[in-house]
């Protein structure tokens, strides 16, 4: 036991257990982390939360709402139901005037949702961090509340451990990793009771390796975001993002489709070229929230006084959102096995091949522009091969989405009594445009690399040898690219 991490809180009890285990053939990544790669120690966490008697309601779960389903089965069910009940996860919000609410006022919760910030977390990303949470106070405006959730710096005598304090932590790694929004949820009910976000530093390298990139097409006048602006705007929607998960929001990686990415998709940088054909990185993020992220919220935070209104009121929301076009596809659907073009990850545009047209011709761009402007002084040469990658492979995610006209089918989480077409076939005429489109992108002159840039991406210098992590384009030809 590591008594460091073990105590005892009002809501909750914690146990850290040490535990070591031998290893007769150790793998790479034991490795590559652990200081004797025979024996490897870990801490495991054991957390015992008292659960909640506030009141909660359950709120029935809908397929395209974009909230996670809390599922469970009652066996009290009949022979022809299903005994797999779904409900949603969400936080417990109550109007503190109920009267003002129903009148259509803004109105703030009993109780508002607060976060913490861990105290480790330097500027600029502290404020980022901040800004982008909340965004959601807009979100939940179309819920009607006001300052439904808070920011708050964690009191110098609190300790995060104690689930009374939501938390959002700065993590580090020495490789790519994602950030997470996890929560710890009443097994009964789904009702969301205590959560933390996790925020990698490691993100912002690689967007600072693809700013670089876009640093050789710039203008006389240079790149319209600094490097340091770029990867805030991407904290901003990287923050929302995990903080949605956070509070019960799923990923839509259709979103993308309503104008721009929503904070619950996977953003891409959105790159234009100007009249002088000179890379445009003004809009690379969106500003705040989509459509859909605002649907989701008004979804499960919208307060209904009794159970009839919650039935009507929510199946208004839905037909809202399919009225307007609001649309959401999420997990494998969207990798590049699947059959909905629309659906897909890191990707911008209306649709695949619009954003395929779009990456190619910004691709072009910057691979004619590559040189060592990619570089800041001091900096070894081999870094060219990074930075290249993100240039060389900027359609690869629209091209994804394309290949999937080919046997494509879209499709919507359809429920019978809806008025909603479950399936639509691509037809033969587009399936028969991507091929054409997919097809160039094999062309010679779209797969050559320049001598320039190849003569370029020198060796790997002594010292920053650190398994090949300047290099991601990997090959059996020594130094040379």
Known sequence: IEPDYTDAFPKNSEVRAVLTFAVDEPSSELRDHAPDPRSVTVEQQHSFLQLPDDGYQPREFHPRAGIFPHVFFDFAQGHDSDYRQRWLWRWNLVPSDKEAYLDGELVEPEEPIVFYMDPAIPEPYRSTFIEGSLW?????????????????DLPEDADPMDIRYNMIHWVHRRERGPSV??????????????????????????????WMGFRPAAGPDGLALSSEEMAMQRRLQHTAHELG???????NFIAATHDRASVMDYPVPLVHLDENGYLDISDAYAPGPGPHDKLAIRYAYTWF????????????IMREAHDDGLRFITGGAAQPHGSFPDASVWVEGED???ALD????VRQALINAFDDRALDDGEPYSFLDKRFAHVYLHHRTALQGAIKYLGGMEFVYALKGEQVEPTRRIPPEEQ???LSRILETLEPSHLRVPDSVADQIAATPFGWDWNGEDRLFHANTGPAF
């Open 136 to 152: 959601f106070n807009e979100m939940f405006e179309a819920a009607g509340f006001k300052n439904a959730l808070r920011i708050e």
């Open 181 to 210: 929004g996890p929560s710890h949820k009443d097994p009964r009910t789904g009702e969301i009771i205590h959560a933390i976000v996790r925020m990698d530093s490691f993100r912002s390298l690689v967007n600072h390796d693809i």
């Open 245 to 251: 998960h956070a509070l019960g929001l799923a990923h």
């Open 305 to 316: 006084p009794d159970e009839e209104a919650e039935r009507e009121g929510l199946a208004d």
């Open 352 to 354: 695949m091949l619009s």
């Open 358 to 361: 779009r990456t190619l011709g």
């Open 432 to 434: 028969t445009e991507a």
